[in-house]
């Protein structure tokens, strides 16, 4: 919990009840979830804790790469924690269709396309977005 209380506290966030409650439930169980799930889950200690503070909290916490977003079935978003060493360099995830884990992909394998995509299109490519979805090793 300290280093993300630092991490927070770089960015001028305090490690509030909720976030670190948030925070506590990603860790647990290395899966992603709706804000909603994990509202429904952190209201058992933080009964006072509404739903769009959570949403709130969990962007603010993407922002400075402590969260992740992942992409889910049927277009819902989820939130799950992000383990990289360096978290604010680029990098992407992959995540279990089974269990919900999250893991970190730390390298970028897409230079080569962007590249030949630049080529062919004459687009100057400023980002991407990559996440991939899978079975994990347990779940197979
Ligand atoms: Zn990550
Ligand atoms: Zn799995
Ligand atoms: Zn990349």
Redesign the pocket.
Known sequence: MRGYRQKLKKNGFKLTPGREAIIAFFSGKNHYATPETVWKEVRKSLPRLGLPTVYRNLEQMRKINILTQVDGAENRFYFGLCRAKNPGEHHHHIS??????VSEVENCYLQSLTKEIKEKTGFQITGHKLQLTG?????R
Do not use: A, N
């Not at 279990?96 to 884990?101: E, P």
């Open positions: 279990c269709q089974k269990c919900r884990r079975v994990c090793k347990d779940c």
